[in-house]
């Protein structure tokens, strides 16, 4: 994986750019000895790792206003960062580059129960927005797995989802408003505590748009009442295309579950030997929830039983209560951090047609023999967003590359299958060299266009999302050099 080389220029006015800095943010904010920014020398993609310049931690919409101002004008790249789960190296510096984390960025600012919204600053972990709200009976619905430490900054930078869009959508359906800090320092809001804007959907543009137009200070999010109760079935099979043409069964019956989750036998194996959450031993397992009054869970249970018996399950468990609920999704919850406690993996994030899912685990079975590495299925199968986990060993020459190989041909099989490279970690720098898999040129130029109107001088997370012999002449020129 190629990273531009970095710019010695700005290397040699580190000390002056340094100055700058600490003139308009307190003490504790601007972190510059080189030991302590190998902090923020990755994100989740631990594969790779650059020290950045320095690392700036602003508390205020105005200290992140300052912060870009001066690294515009000292023409200095900046790449935001929120709690640094990125899986697809989205907040991986260079190093002349400036980490502007917004996680000291974390009151709730407002909250709204009548109108159902809530405005927090983006540091703010994903978890933490329920918590603010739970006492009222209230929660926020996009649920990543990493939703303990993750940011909503984050979130919003990569349009994250979780377990629970299937019903109630990822972080663009539940997104209201944003206050954005553009890279020349302009504090712009987009959006509000309203159903819709008027106009052209700019949030629908910054939502997912990876750092790369503007940095999220602060986000109006829509909050929603506590459903009446809800109740999970844990399904079993003999084998992953079986439990992949029950889910596209239950997806074509117009039956409208909470959460369909995939784990197949190595992440259930994994999984039972970390949380003891009771899961059968067999090939696949589905985890499908379903919510609202008793008999709204009664009647939506019964139709997708049906259909799940119709595939001969080797294992049909309704949770009878909290505790056994709550045992189901604990397995599901700890896949991520079970498999990491028995190999290395790289976590892919590609989504496909509900319809297509047999096949595409038939196919990733088979690249698995052709590579001779070790995939654990894991991923939330309702909307088709997938996340294979190739195991490899970190430590074995070679090995990293050709799991890359391996994940390139699993993400190109996504879009050849009628998907896409991403359905919620983001492009990154894991996905970039793929955009022309899913894009033609022109579409890509378009993009590309769009970037040029909010950052002219691509200074935004530069290296990230296109192709770098795509972008190389505006990187290093702006668009002027186009």
Known sequence: MEMPSPNPAILARKAELAARLSAVLPADALIQDEVETRAYECDALTAYRCPPLLVVLPRTTQQVSQVLRICHQEGVPVVPRGAGTSLAGGALPTADSVILGVARMNEVLETDYDNRVIRVQTGRTNLSVSGAVEEEDFFYAPDPSSQLACAIAGNIAMNSGGAHCLKYGVTTNNLMGVTLVMMDGTVVEIGGAHLDAGGLDLLGVICGSEGQLGVVTEATLRILHKPEGARPVLIGYDSNEVAGACVSDIIKAGVLPVAIEFMDRPCIEACEAFAKA???????????????SPDEIDHQLKLITEIARSHNPVELREAQDAEEAGRIWLGRKSAFGAMGQINDYMCLDGTIPVTELPMVLRRIGELSKQYGLDVANVFHAGDGNMHPLILFDANKPGDLELCEEFGADILKLCVEAGGCLTGEHGVGVEK????????????LEAQLKVKDVFDPQWLLNPAKVFPLAVTEARRVGGVAAQ
């Open 278 to 292: 009771g899961y059968p031993m067999c090939e696949a397992l589905l985890i499908i929830e379903v919510e609202g």
């Open 432 to 443: 970039r060299d793929l955009m022309l898999h899913q894009y033609a040129p022109e579409d």
